[in-house]
């Protein structure tokens, strides 16, 4: 009869105990099945949450701001820096939280570069440009009549060929887009027009470009193949000087600075053959 009781008493123990089972997890619900991502960002960077879990109807995100939001999945961006913990509740029960760390956003250095120059000029005055604020290294200056760099000194001298409107691009090693500028190019003034000698005019405008430092290869290759018979040692007198080849005159122009050109005098060139002498008269700037 004792032994009959304990078994009675042992299974009325299990039962019980199944029964609590039953009833806690009918209380506690599904498993909260959610997620945040990423967990690490910079200010003003989004995360995106959301949840999955079995059954639910009702969400509450806390993002520890004050702020929280009723959906299943969305983003949320923090703009401050910072350790943040969010909490998730589902169905007013289950809960489930994240830490995200909020970094600083990198101070972007654009802001602290810009651009110096004239907004308006005339064809072939000599403009400068240059930059203030923050310091760069590298430059490279495009003045939007080429379509290449023009210059990569960090104050680029410029004339305009053609009138028009163009946009001035600098990029540097600092800054993370280009620097730009809208520059308006107006013809130059001239009250009559004089007939000129178009090669000889041609020919000088071209040599005035070599001394200003303005496309000075593209300029002097030009003027070899078309007048010159691609010959670089065609001799050329300056101001009465003793003839010097082409190519080294060139290059003095260049690098002596402050030259205008006064007039080209040809000799030859007659129904498209060579020419066979020029007389250049310059004086410095």
Same mark, same amino acid.
């Given at each position: ?68 939001? *009723? ?36 101070? *972007? ?177």
């Amino acid at each position: 009869m004792l032994e009959r009781k304990w078994i009675l008493t042992g299974a009325t123990f299990v039962v019980t105990a199944l029964l609590l089972g039953l009833l806690y997890w009918h209380n506690r619900g599904p498993v909260v099945r959610a997620g945040v991502t990423p967990l690490g960002v910079m200010v003003n960077q989004p995360i995106y949450f959301a949840d999955s879990t079995s059954g639910a109807t009702e969400w509450r995100w806390e993002f520890g701001q004050g702020s929280d939001n *009723r959906a299943q999945r969305g983003q949320f961006f923090y703009t401050q820096p910072g350790l943040y913990q969010i909490r998730l509740t589902v169905d007013g029960k289950q809960q489930q939280t994240f830490t995200v760390k909020v970094r600083p956003a990198p101070t *972007r250095r654009d802001s602290l570069v810009r651009l110096l120059g004239p907004t308006v000029a005339y064809q072939d005055e000599k403009l400068s440009f240059t930059t203030f604020g923050a310091s760069p290294n590298k430059f490279a200056w495009k003045f939007g009549e080429t379509g290449l760099v023009d210059s990569r000194e960090p104050t680029a001298l410029y004339s305009y060929v053609e009138p028009g409107t163009y946009t001035v691009t600098l990029t540097t090693d600092i800054t993370q887009r280009p620097l730009t500028q809208k520059v308006r190019v107006m013809p130059r003034y001239s009250r009559f027009t004089v007939p000129v000698d178009t090669t000889a005019e041609d020919i000088r405008w071209r040599l005035q470009r070599i001394a200003n430092g303005q496309q000075v290869n593209s300029q002097y290759s030009y003027l070899v193949s078309h007048y010159l018979c691609g010959n670089p040692d065609f001799p050329v007198v300056a101001n009465g000087q003793p003839p010097r080849d082409f190519y080294s005159y060139c290059m003095a122009l260049q690098f002596e600075g402050r030259n205008l050109i006064d007039a080209v005098a040809l000799e030859g060139g007659l129904n498209g053959s060579c020419l066979t002498k020029m007389t250049i008269t310059q004086h410095k700037k």
